[in-house]
């Protein structure tokens, strides 16, 4: 079964181009995250989704950054236009919720291989 | 506020020595949920184990063992035997029920040294 995939796996940009990185969860999996890991900040939540609704995107650092999920299948995270603070490692994850009381909070998430993007 | 804590930075031991990673956590739910991922060389998360906030009994896995403790808010975890394939950076984390956002620590970087 394949796991979650990203793409691009790198990708290398100028200040003030948009960015577009994509993510298809794993089948069946109800439940989308994307972090970003820095040296500085580590791992942080950016937003997730819940059956293809946002949930959270408190994470989310400014209005250059969105998110979408048009289906179950898909999901992008973009940045319009980039900085190059934006540099960073971004996961997408995914996890199957059971829907209990509003989220299981249960169910491990399984990451992706993660998309190195470097804005100079 | 939930907040996960991984006071060592950074572990070295030689091979086949035990070795333990300390978590601590702090959340004000009652009902809540912890994890270890371990990020190898290459980058990618692995999930390694979970653990429900009503569940506190040790769970061991091969060489792998966690230990849970409520009264002190920890979740550690200790390898036994430790091989150079064990080295990577081991984060741990906190959701709490009701909502799927994981809180990850800093993370310690273990290297295994032959």
């Known amino acids: 079964d394949a796991g979650v995939i990203q793409s691009p796996r790198h990708e290398v940009t100028e200040m003030g181009q948009e960015v577009t990185l994509r993510c298809k969860p794993i089948?069946?999996?109800?439940?989308l995250f994307w972090y970003r890991q820095t040296m500085m900040r580590g791992l942080e939540l950016l937003i997730y989704?819940?059956?293809?609704?946002?949930?959270?995107d408190s994470g989310m650092p400014e209005d250059r950054f969105s998110a979408k999920m048009p289906n179950a299948s898909f999901s992008t995270l973009k940045i319009q236009p980039s900085e190059p603070r934006d540099s960073a490692v971004y996961f997408c994850?995914?996890?199957?919720?059971?829907?209990?009381?509003?989220?299981?909070?249960?169910?491990?998430?399984?990451f992706g291989p993660g998309t190195r993007l470097t804005v100079l | 506020a939930q907040k996960v804590t991984q006071a060592q930075t950074e572990i070295s031991v030689v091979e086949k020595e035990d070795v333990t990673l300390d978590c601590v956590y702090e959340?004000?739910?009652?009902?809540?949920?912890l994890f270890w991922y371990k990020q190898p060389p290459s980058g990618e998360l692995v999930f390694l184990i979970r653990?429900?906030?009503?569940?506190?009994q040790n769970e061991i896995s091969g060489r792998y063992s966690w230990n849970f403790q409520k009264s002190t808010s920890s979740f550690n975890f200790t390898i036994t035997a430790s091989q150079v394939v064990d080295s990577a950076v081991y984060f741990c984390?906190?959701?709490?029920?009701?909502?799927?956002?994981?809180?990850f620590g800093t993370g310690t970087r273990l290297t295994i040294i032959p």
């Open positions: 959340t004000r739910d009652t009902t809540y949920y």
């Open positions: 984390a906190l959701s709490e029920l009701g909502n799927e956002k994981l809180t």
């Open positions: 653990r429900n906030s009503f569940d506190e």
């Open positions: 989704f819940n059956n293809n609704v946002p949930i959270d």
């Open positions: 994850a995914s996890s199957y919720d059971l829907g209990l009381a509003g989220g299981s909070s249960y169910n491990e998430q399984f």
């Open positions: 089948s069946g999996h109800n439940s």
